[in-house]
């Protein structure tokens, strides 16, 4: 479920996203992170929404670290480091040095599922990409996406797939 305070981290984070948009559409990451920082460390801000931003912050310094220490090829030729960290689930990580036989299954079926996931996700996108391609060469007319979509496969804004989307 999301909080009141998730919901408003997430407002700062599209207001300063739209407020960055050059004619083009387009905005840059670290500008755009620049900016929610600064809306951060507004001293008006309300406690329950720093207190969020700092869960979010331990939360991606956490991530930060994990994938700094997931195993991967070294010199040695092997995924070996005593300092990594392999992954087994459920919040669960575990000290490479401190692996079992078991654990190593266990990340060998994480990880096999994981790369399905990763496969059929890209699937899609290469699936979406080559139909909006042929769409675009079919419609020369037509520059924008949005207007493609809305032309040739009439997408809309009361489609109900948006209502996850927070309203900007």
Known sequence: MTSTADLRLQHIVEQS??????ATGRFHKRHLTDAVREQLAREDLDPHIKAAALDKLAQSLVTGFGEQRNPRRRRTNRLFHPQD???????????????????IVEWRRLSRRNRARVDLADNEVQDYTDEVLDAFRAHTDIVYLEDLERVVFGWTEDHTDQAALPES
């Open 85 to 103: 960290v392999i992954k087994l689930g459920n919040g669960i990580w575990v000290w490479m040095a401190r692996a079992t036989d078991s654990d």
């Open 17 to 22: 996203a739209v407020a960055l948009t050059d």
